[in-house]
């Protein structure tokens, strides 16, 4: 019985305290590998996710650069992280904000975007209006730099010198002196261009620094939002031997 007691005695003050350590080391060992996984998923996610979400903030961006005029479409837009320090005010987010406006001015691909650098498009047929390609047997003449959206003023003109007196000639040329003074006097009401195609049926657009100095390519058709009474205008000019100058300012 003593001998039983003493090898009681013995376990538990002895064995049972080497227990106690054992166990009480495997568990700072496992928590110390937890907290170095801790700390390296902290490093991890700061450096992956949380600088981004903290110091940066999404934006959107131009893939390449936008000339004066041009329409915003969705597949010229991305998304780009930048440095709250360095954000303008209220720089575009949301790509629908934008797009189908037009540019005011040339844009550089890559820069920050406000919605002050763009206008609604407004070059879509309004209530009785309708697109309309002048044919190019109607035109005497027309800039090489005109544009999308430009302001056109269509003035009538008479190619065969003959077939007019000396006074509509003159009457001619009163009207057209004073509708150049007056956007309101205009011959023909002036019309919004809404497109202006190359042969390959693609928009001739500004390009580079140079904006209208510098197009795409030349013009092969031009298209107008116009009435009908205009249209029908220009048409009835056209059968008494008039062909057209197409301007703008």
């Known amino acids: 019985m003593e001998i039983y ?21 495997t568990i700072k060992g496992i928590a110390g590998l937890l907290l170095c996984v801790c700390a390296v998923a902290g490093i991890y996610y700061w450096e992956s996710y949380g600088r981004i979400r903290y ?4 934006i959107v961006v ?3 650069a ?3 005029n041009a329409l915003v479409q969705k597949d010229q837009l991305i998304y780009v992280n930048r440095d709250k320090a360095t954000l303008i005010d209220n720089p575009v987010k949301d790509p629908e904000s934008i797009v189908g406006k037009v540019a005011k001015h040339y844009i550089p691909a890559g820069i920050q975007l406000s919605e002050k650098f763009f206008e609604a498009e407004g070059l879509l047929p309004g209530k009785g209006e309708y697109i309309f390609q002048m044919p190019s047997e109607w035109i005497a003449s027309y800039p ?5 959206s430009d302001n056109a003023y269509i003035y009538p003109i008479r190619l065969k010198r003959s077939e007019i007196s000396d006074a509509e000639r003159e009457n ?3 009207e057209l002196k004073q509708s150049a003074e007056s956007d309101d006097e205009a011959p023909i009401q002036c019309m919004k261009i809404a497109f202006v195609k190359n042969q390959s049926n693609q928009e001739v ?3 580079g620094e140079d904006g209208r100095l510098n197009g795409s390519s030349n013009i092969a058709t031009i298209e107008l939002i116009a009435e009908i009474d205009d249209i029908t205008r220009l048409n009835t000019l056209y059968k008494d031997g008039y062909k057209f100058m197409i301007l703008y300012k």
Not at 5 to 25: A, H, I, M, T
Not at 55 to 58: A, I, L, R, V, W
């Open 66 to 68: 936008l000339a004066p």
């Open 205 to 207: 657009e500004s390009v």
């Open 172 to 174: 001619t040329l009163a």
């Open 5 to 25: 007691v003493k090898q009681v005695l013995s376990y538990e003050s002895g064995d049972f305290e080497v227990f106690r350590k054992g166990k009480l080391e």
């Open 62 to 64: 131009l893939k390449y």
């Open 55 to 58: 110091e940066k903030t999404e």
């Open 144 to 148: 090489s730099t005109l544009r999308r």
